[in-house]
C-alpha cells in the first residue's frame, strides 16, 4: 500500500512538476558562441539559488542577444550590482525572458535609456514600457552581452519565467538549452547528523563524515568497509557536484533521492521557484557545511520551515529512525539537468548509545526558544535588541544572545561598541531581523555610524544602518558577531587617464574608485558642468563614462563625486582632451 501511495505521489508530482516548455518555441537568446555554460539553474548561491542559465561568451562582450520568441521589450534595468544592465522581454506566450549583464541595449533603446538618465540625472534606472512601444519577433537583436552588475566574467545570465506567477523555469531541464553533458555528478562526502528535540527545539549534533571512492559507470562506495554507527534518529548530508563537457565550471544537481530497505523516504528536485522562494536555498542546504564548501550541500531532510515545494517525496521529515544493533541498507542517487546519475550505497548500524551528549541536550535546555512560525524578541541588557519576525528562521532554535568578551578593531574605522552575537553565525535567516545596539556615540560620528560584523578572521565588514535615539538600528540577514562602528574615511578617486593625453579615440572615460569600508552608493559625473550617465562596475573597481558626441579636440573639465554608506564623499577633479 505504501509503494502505490508513493507512486501516486509521483505521478502528481509529475504532472506538476513536468515539462511545462515547448522547446521548439524558443530561440537561441545569443549569437556567435559555441553553446557553454558557467552556471546552471537553481545551483546553491549564498543566500539564494541560481535563477538562470549562464552562457559563456568566449571571454568577450558585444555578442548579439536576441529575442527567443515574438513578444516585447516590457522593461530595462541599470544598476551597479545584481544584473547590471538588464532587459525584459515579454513573450506572446505568457512568458518572460530575462537578460542580464549586458554591454548596452539595441541601439534605439539604448539611446532613449541614455535620455532618460540624463532627464533623472540618475545612474541607475529602472523603466518599464507597454506592448506597443518596442515590439520585437524572434531571432531580433535586442542588446549585446557584456560584464555588468556583480559579473565575475563577460557572459549572458539568461532567464525564462512565468509572466502572471514569477515562477522561473529550469532551462535545461526543459530542454531549451541544450549543453553537451554525459558525465555524472560527483559525490564528494556523505555526513550522518543525529537530532533530538528538546524544549520542542531539534539538537543536531556534530556531522560524523566519511569519505567516498568512485567506482565504474557513477557508482561510489565509503571508504570504510563496515557499517556506519547511527542513532535513533538522524538524517544524512550529501555532499555533490557536477561537470559538463568542455567546461571547467562546477554546476548543481537537478535531484537528490535516498531510500532506506529499497524504501524510498526523500527527493528533492530542482524544476522551479519564484523570487519568494530564492531564499529557501539555505534550508534545503546543510548552511553551517554549504558555508565553506565549494561543492553543493544538501541536508535529506525537511527542516520545520522548508517549503514542501522542494520535496516531491518526503517520508518523517527526511528523518531515519535506527534501533540498537539494528542493521540497514542506505542509497543516495543524485542526477543533473541533463539525466546524468551517480549513486552511492551503504549500511548502517544502530549503536547502543546515543552520540547527543547530556552536555549537549544541556546547552539546548539554557537560553530563550524562538520559534520559526512566530515572532520573537531578544535582548542583551539594555544595550542590544533584536526583533525577529515570523518566518526568518527555519526552525526552532534556542537563542543566548551576549555581550562577547574580545573586543574589536577595524582598519578606517573607529569602533563605538563591545562585540554582541545574537545569532551563530551558522544560523541562516529566511527574513531580516530588526537589531538595535545602543552605543555612546559623539555627535560628530552618529551620521557615520553602522552596524558592522566581525569575521572569523577578526576583520570587519559593514552590514548597515542608522543612528537614532542613542544607537544604530539595522534590518539584516546577517548573522554572527556585531557591534557599532563609524567610518569617517572617504572614497578614493583615481583617473584611468590623464589631462594631457587626447582622448579622441577612447570611447569613454574610466575612473578607479574604492571605499575601505561601508562601500560606495551613489556617484555623479559631470563634464563642463553639465550631467552625464555613468556605470559602475564593482567588480572591477570603476566607473566609466560612455562618450556619447564626437570628439572635438577641446580640453574639457570634469568633476566627479563619489559617496559610501556612510555619507562620506569624494572628489576628484580635473581635465580631459578630446
Known amino acids: 500500500m505504501r509503494r502505490i501511495l508513493i507512486l501516486a505521489a509521483l505521478l502528481v508530482a509529475t504532472a506538476v512538476r513536468g515539462q511545462r516548455l515547448d522547446p521548439q518555441e524558443y530561440a537561441y537568446p545569443i549569437r556567435d558562441v559555441p553553446g557553454l555554460c558557467a552556471a546552471n539553474f537553481g545551483e546553491m548561491r549564498p543566500g539564494h539559488f541560481h535563477a538562470g542559465v549562464d552562457i559563456k561568451t568566449d571571454g568577450a562582450e558585444g555578442k548579439p542577444l536576441?529575442?527567443?520568441?515574438?513578444?516585447?521589450?516590457?522593461?530595462?534595468?541599470?544598476?551597479?550590482?545584481?544584473?547590471?544592465?538588464?532587459?525584459?522581454?515579454?513573450?506572446?506566450?505568457?512568458?518572460?525572458?530575462?537578460?542580464?549583464?549586458?554591454?548596452?541595449?539595441?541601439?534605439?533603446?539604448?539611446?532613449?535609456?541614455?535620455?532618460?538618465r540624463c532627464r533623472r540625472r540618475s545612474n541607475n534606472i529602472d523603466l518599464s514600457f507597454d506592448?506597443?512601444?518596442?515590439?520585437?519577433?524572434?531571432?531580433?537583436?535586442?542588446?549585446?552581452?557584456?560584464?555588468?552588475?556583480?559579473?565575475?566574467?563577460?557572459?549572458?545570465?539568461?532567464?525564462?519565467?512565468?509572466?502572471?506567477?514569477?515562477?522561473r523555469y529550469n532551462l535545461v531541464r526543459e530542454r531549451v538549452i541544450r549543453p553537451e553533458d554525459d558525465l555524472p555528478p560527483r559525490i564528494m562526502r556523505v555526513h550522518y547528523v543525529e537530532v533530538d528535540t528538546v524544549r520542542g527545539v531539534p539538537v543536531h549534533g556534530r556531522p560524523e563524515s566519511y569519505a567516498v571512492v568512485r567506482g565504474a559507470d557513477g557508482r561510489y562506495r565509503l571508504t570504510r568497509e563496515e557499517p556506519v554507527p547511527v542513532g535513533p534518529k538522524g538524517y544524512f548530508v550529501f555532499e555533490a557536484s557536477d561537470r559538463r563537457n568542455g567546461v571547467h565550471n562546477t554546476f548543481g544537481l537537478w535531484r537528490v533521492t535516498a531510500s532506506v530497505d529499497g524504501e524510498p523516504y526523500f527527493e528533492y528536485r530542482m524544476d522551479g521557484f519564484t523570487y519568494a522562494q530564492a531564499r529557501l536555498c539555505d534550508a534545503v542546504s546543510y548552511y553551517p557545511l554549504q558555508l565553506t564548501s565549494r561543492n553543493e550541500v544538501f541536508r535529506l531532510a525537511q527542516l520545520a520551515g522548508a517549503p514542501d515545494c522542494f520535496y516531491p517525496v518526503m517520508t518523517d521529515r527526511g528523518v531515519v529512525r535506527t534501533a540498537p544493533g539494528q542493521r540497514r541498507r542506505i542509497r543516495i542517487e543524485a542526477e543533473d539537468d541533463s539525466g546524468n546519475s551517480s549513486s552511492i550505497e551503504f549500511a548502517v548500524s544502530g549503536r547502543e548509545r546515543s552520540s547527543l551528549t547530556a552536555a549537549c541536550k544541556r546547552v539546548a535546555e539554557s537560553g530563550i526558544v524562538l520559534r520559526h512560525d512566530r515572532p520573537g524578541v531578544v535582548s542583551v541588557g539594555d544595550s542590544l535588541t533584536a526583533y525577529v519576525p515570523a518566518g526568518a528562521l527555519f526552525e526552532p532554535i534556542v537563542c543566548r544572545p551576549a555581550r562577547l568578551e574580545k573586543d574589536a578593531s577595524g582598519v578606517g574605522v573607529v569602533v563605538l561598541s563591545p562585540v554582541y552575537r545574537v545569532f551563530d553565525a551558522s544560523t541562516p535567516l529566511a527574513k531580516a531581523a530588526k537589531i538595535s545596539i545602543r552605543a555612546r556615540i559623539p555627535q560628530s560620528l552618529r551620521l557615520r555610524s553602522v552596524v558592522a560584523r566581525r569575521r572569523a578572521d577578526g576583520t570587519l565588514s559593514c552590514v548597515g544602518g542608522h543612528y537614532a535615539d542613542g544607537g544604530v538600528t539595522v534590518e539584516t540577514r546577517t548573522t554572527g558577531d556585531l557591534l557599532v562602528v563609524a567610518d569617517t574615511v572617504p572614497p578614493v578617486i583615481r583617473p584611468l587617464f590623464t589631462a594631457e593625453k587626447e582622448l579622441a579615440r577612447d570611447e569613454a572615460l574610466r575612473f578607479r574608485a574604492s571605499d575601505n569600508f561601508s562601500g560606495i552608493v551613489a556617484w555623479s559625473l559631470r563634464i563642463d558642468d553639465r550631467w552625464v550617465p555613468c556605470d559602475r562596475f564593482p567588480m572591477r573597481g570603476t566607473l566609466v563614462h560612455t562618450f556619447d558626441t564626437p570628439a572635438r579636440h577641446e580640453k574639457h573639465r570634469v568633476v566627479l563625486t563619489v559617496t559610501d554608506a556612510c555619507g562620506n564623499t569624494g572628489r576628484w577633479e580635473g581635465t580631459f582632451r578630446r
Not at 505568457?94 to 541614455?114: M, P, S
Not at 531580433?140 to 566574467?153: A, H, I
Open 131 to 167: 506592448a506597443s512601444q518596442w515590439p520585437v519577433r524572434r531571432g531580433e537583436v535586442v542588446g549585446y552581452s557584456g560584464n555588468s552588475g556583480s559579473s565575475m566574467g563577460p557572459h549572458l545570465h539568461f532567464e525564462l519565467r512565468d509572466t502572471q506567477t514569477d515562477l
Open 66 to 116: 536576441v529575442a527567443v520568441a515574438d513578444g516585447y521589450v516590457s522593461r530595462v534595468t541599470i544598476s551597479a550590482g545584481g544584473y547590471g544592465r538588464a532587459l525584459y522581454v515579454t513573450l506572446r506566450n505568457g512568458k518572460t525572458a530575462v537578460y542580464g549583464h549586458l554591454q548596452r541595449f539595441r541601439n534605439d533603446i539604448e539611446t532613449h535609456v541614455c535620455e532618460e
